[in-house]
């Protein structure tokens, strides 16, 4: 395991230097990311000198920086999600963690020659602050990507190449690392337990963290927001700067339910200007839009350029479609997808084409988004519709 860790921190290294160095369209998230590898490698590296019998107070000193691993995996979600996003001093006060935590160390003097008696218990209880520390940030980067992802449905038609889902995924295996190695150091606290024992969370937990970053993390860079041409477009931002981490701000109190979810957008919309009768000839026009023209069939069609053609905002646009046909921009696009996907199913001049060609005919982008919503929408995937139409 000593051998795997000091490997991790070799790549770990590397991974953050590219990071640094690479071109990206979003700078300041390669920087988070880089931040979050070394606070990791630095973490791994007070382990494996540990485990080779090096008494130094050093060690200590090395192992807080767990405590930055959190903040740098919640801004680097903050700089993906909101490319407006800037650091202001205020942001400094994540890092005080770990600077009163080397002050403890220091004072004690942690290390691995004099950790006996009543300095277990601390250590366990420095271990359990980083584990909570990580499951607080980790959550804050789970609600505000709920978040971005909702703001994505009311503005964007196709949106897998921008939903961060696999951020989300990375976030849940922080979350749920930080919840096991909380047990453990509480277990440590009441009843004894090697310290040891965490490598067995944290070797492969960093793993995990360091071969995400090197297949997704890379991938990101070149591919954040989707907007006109190659150059990515800035999404409303689903959080706001002065968020503290544990309730990041936003225009939403919590995560709710879709139930809870359109009851809000109707207690919202009462409150707005837009009445009944000029929603409806809205509704009116974009109806007759899609007919005539059928502008659902381009794949990257945005709320903006939709709204632009019937020469109102995006966000009455927005209003009307959750006012009258009860469903985000991105559902109400792709509801018109899927319909005119079975049409072509059904067609005879169609019937030699594959799924793959209906799908990109149909407006969408992939053949498993066009399976995935199908199924969701009409019961059953496009080829058992097709053998049945």
């Known amino acids: 395991m000593t051998e795997l860790a000091f490997a991790l921190v070799a790549q770990g290294g590397l991974l953050a230097l590219i990071l640094v160095v690479m071109e990206s369209r979003s700078p300041l998230a390669n920087r988070f990311l880089a931040g979050l590898l070394v606070a990791l490698s630095v973490s791994l590296l007070a382990r494996a000198l540990a485990t080779r019998g090096i008494h130094l107070r050093l060690i200590g000193t090395l192992y807080n920086a ?9 801004f680097y979600s903050r700089a993906l ?16 963690p770990t600077l009163l935590s080397i002050v403890v160390t ?3 003097g942690l290390d691995r020659g004099n950790v006996t008696g009543s300095l277990v218990r601390v250590v366990a209880l420095i271990g359990l602050l980083n584990a909570s520390s990580l499951v607080v940030y980790s959550g804050a980067a789970l609600r505000l990507l709920d978040r971005y992802r909702r703001a994505l449905l009311d503005h964007y038609s196709t949106i897998e190449r921008i939903s961060l889902g696999w951020l989300k995924v990375l976030a849940m295996i922080v979350l749920s690392s930080g919840v096991i ?3 453990m150091n509480c277990v440590r606290l009441i009843h004894g337990l090697p310290s040891e024992a965490n490598a067995l969370v944290v070797v492969p937990f960093s793993l995990v963290v360091f071969y995400t970053v090197a297949i997704f993390g890379f991938r990101q860079s070149s591919v954040l927001l989707m907007g006109a041409g190659a150059e990515p477009a800035a999404a409303p931002p689903p959080a706001a700067d002065e968020a503290p981490p544990a309730a990041p701000e936003s225009e939403d109190a919590d995560e709710v339910d879709e139930a809870d979810e359109t009851a809000g957008r109707a207690a919202k919309y009462e409150r707005s200007g837009l009445d009944d009768a000029r929603a409806r000839r809205i509704w009116s026009r974009l109806e007759q839009l899609m007919n005539t023209e059928a502008l659902y069939l381009d794949p990257d069609l945005q709320v903006s350029a939709l709204a632009q053609r019937l020469e109102v905002s995006p966000q009455t646009l927005s209003e009307v479609l959750g006012r009258i046909a009860g469903s985000r921009f991105y559902d109400y696009i792709n509801r018109l997808r899927v319909e005119r996907a079975r049409q072509l199913l059904r067609d005879a001049a169609w019937a030699e084409r594959s799924v793959l060609e209906i799908a990109l005919a149909a407006g969408f982008n992939s053949k498993s988004t066009f399976n995935k919503y199908f199924k969701q929408e009409v019961g059953q995937t496009p080829t058992a519709y097709r053998q049945v139409a």
């Open 66 to 74: 767990t405590f930055l691993i959190g903040p740098s995996f919640y």
């Open 106 to 108: 220091q004072s004690i």
């Open 81 to 96: 999600a909101n490319r407006a996003f800037r650091l202001r001093p205020g942001h400094l006060l994540h890092a005080l």
């Open 181 to 183: 190695i909380a047990v």
